[in-house]
Structures are given as structure tokens and as C-alpha cells.
């Protein structure tokens, strides 16, 4: 049987769209672990970090991991720190397969461009800043992330030849 998919990677590297994308094929429900909270919760994300505090809002994030976990296999799409605080990442990895979807700090910049008022994590950032942000940002989680049952690189790659590269890996180990 399949088991969960969980998409990590920083913010703009695609795992909602990716995630939705994998969804059907793979005959799971797709669930964003931000918008899953923000059901829960009543609030926007943005308004749960300010008001919880970061602490809070992590705590929030892995009660809802493992509520999830404990459900039917679905492809989810985690928030960006999510690998990065208790022990998310061993647990993703203990109830599922986790695809690292990786994006150079230039590209994630280009992404997120647009998003600059949007984003709390980028509050301050400049289009001028955000490359070295991100690439520092990248820095302090690399560790995590690179805990990837999988990397997929995503640079110059269309949606369709990420999908299909992420579902050739789970195709080969349905354990």
C-alpha cells in the first residue's frame, strides 16, 4: 500500500503545485499542511505566527503533522520550516516518503518576487536582499532537508518533468 508523500523545500519551490500535480496519479488526497492549519484554526497563517509566536505556531505544525499521519495515506505539502523543528523530519520519514524539492536561492528569488508583501518570513527583504536571504535561509536548513528520502532538483525543470521524475522514485519503492 501506499504511504504518505510529504513535499519539503523552502517556500517557492513548488510543493503545492507539484504536491496537487501528484496527487491524482498516485490515487491520494492532496493536503496543504499550511491551509490544513489554517482550517483549524480560523487564521491565516501570517495571523497564527503573530499571535502564537514562532514557538507556538511549530508546536501547532507538528500536533497537525501527526494528526494527518495518523489518517489515510495523503500527498502533503508541509510549510517550509516544518523539517526543521522537533523531530518532524524522522517522523515524515517513518510514516512516509519525503521529497526534498530543491531550488537554487536565485531561482526561489525569482519566485518569490512577487510575493515580497505576502510572505511573514520575508518581511523586511528587498528584491535587492532576497538572494542572500534565501541563500542563507537555505544554509541553516540544509541539514534537514537534506534528509530527503529524495532531492529533486528543480531549476530549469517544467512542473510536468518534476512530477514525473518525483513519481518514477515512488513508483520504485512502494514500501
Do not use: W
Amino acid at each position: 500500500m501506499m504511504r504518505s508523500v510529504f513535499l519539503i523545500g523552502f517556500m517557492g519551490s513548488g510543493k503545492s503545485t507539484i504536491g496537487r500535480m501528484l496527487a491524482e496519479p498516485l490515487g491520494l488526497p492532496y493536503i496543504d499542511l499550511d491551509q490544513y492549519l489554517e482550517q483549524q484554526q480560523g487564521q491565516s497563517v501570517p495571523a497564527l505566527f503573530e499571535r502564537l509566536g514562532e514557538a507556538a505556531f511549530r508546536a501547532l505544525e507538528r500536533e497537525a503533522l501527526h494528526t494527518l499521519a495518523a489518517g489515510p495515506p495523503a500527498v502533503v505539502a508541509t510549510g517550509g520550516g516544518a523539517p526543521c523543528h522537533f523531530d518532524n523530519m524522522a517522523f515524515m520519514k517513518s510514516v512516509g516518503k519525503t521529497l526534498y524539492l530543491k531550488a537554487s536561492p536565485e531561482e526561489l528569488a525569482l519566485r518569490l518576487k512577487p510575493e515580497l508583501g505576502n510572505r511573514p518570513l520575508l518581511e523586511g527583504q528587498t528584491k535587492q536582499s532576497l538572494p542572500g536571504f534565501i541563500a542563507d535561509m537555505l544554509a541553516k536548513r540544509a541539514s534537514f532537508y537534506d534528509q530527503a528520502d529524495i532531492v529533486v532538483l528543480t531549476d530549469g525543470q517544467t512542473k510536468q518533468d518534476v512530477v514525473r521524475r518525483c513519481l518514477l522514485f515512488l513508483k520504485g519503492s512502494r514500501t
